[in-house]
């Protein structure tokens, strides 16, 4: 049996509903538990709602480096399961208040895109509770299209106000 090669990727997570910091470390463990490799968090940042559905509470986020030989769609069914098990409606509004959101970002050098995910993630570049999270792993990030996140960090952006809430996860 050959192993299959690893990528670093990053993995977002956010959270407006219960114990927020709390559901994305039982999502850390969950990840681990399925054998994805989680080797670093970012601190937790706190956000207002952004998108369709502004009035809900706040959101923590968090950004998490992975290693992981896992093919793209495997990693999000995995994520997909996670945010389940922890309460997700799967069929509730999209930018709607959630226990966990859990979306794969960046894989290593992989551009690749389907029904179900692209790789970077489409919104990646436009979204500073993305961005600041991804920053602190990674100041030097840069896209596998070849776009850097501090560059595009640096573009203000309205009704985007990102703060520090608290420690990494880990």
Same mark, same amino acid.
């Given at each position: 049996?050959?192993?299959?090669?690893?990528?670093?990727?990053?993995?977002?997570?956010?959270? @407006?509903?219960?114990?927020? =910091?709390?559901?994305?470390?039982?999502?850390?463990?969950?990840?681990?538990?399925?054998?994805?490799?989680?080797?670093?968090?970012?601190?937790?940042?706190?956000?207002?709602?952004?998108?369709?559905?502004?009035d809900q509470p706040d959101?923590?986020? *968090?950004?998490?480096?992975? @290693?992981?030989?896992?093919?793209?769609?495997?990693?999000?069914?995995?994520?997909?399961?996670?945010?389940? %098990?922890?309460?997700?409606?799967?069929?509730?509004?999209?930018?709607?208040?959630?226990?966990?959101?859990? %979306?794969?970002?960046?894989?290593? %050098?992989?551009?690749?895109?389907?029904?179900?995910l692209d790789i970077p993630? =489409?919104?990646?570049?436009?979204?500073?509770?993305?961005?600041?999270?991804?920053?602190?792993?990674?100041?030097?990030?840069?896209? *596998?299209?070849?776009?850097?996140?501090?560059?595009?960090?640096?573009?203000?952006?309205? @009704?985007?106000?990102?703060?520090? *809430?608290?420690?990494?996860?880990?």
């Amino acid at each position: 049996m050959t192993d299959r090669p690893t990528r670093v990727g990053y993995l977002g997570f956010g959270s @407006n509903m219960g114990d927020r =910091r709390g559901n994305m470390e039982e999502g850390i463990r969950l990840l681990r538990e399925r054998g994805v490799e989680v080797e670093a968090s970012s601190s937790v940042w706190e956000t207002e709602p952004v998108g369709e559905i502004l009035d809900q509470p706040d959101f923590f986020n *968090a950004c998490v480096t992975v @290693n992981t030989a896992l093919e793209p769609e495997d990693l999000l069914d995995i994520v997909k399961q996670i945010e389940l %098990d922890l309460g997700r409606d799967p069929n509730g509004p999209r930018h709607g208040p959630r226990p966990l959101d859990i %979306d794969v970002l960046h894989l290593g %050098d992989l551009v690749f895109s389907s029904e179900r995910l692209d790789i970077p993630h =489409r919104e990646v570049l436009s979204r500073r509770f993305v961005m600041a999270p991804m920053l602190e792993l990674d100041p030097d990030l840069v896209t *596998a299209k070849g776009e850097s996140v501090a560059q595009a960090f640096a573009i203000p952006r309205e @009704n985007q106000d990102v703060r520090v *809430a608290g420690p990494p996860l880990f």
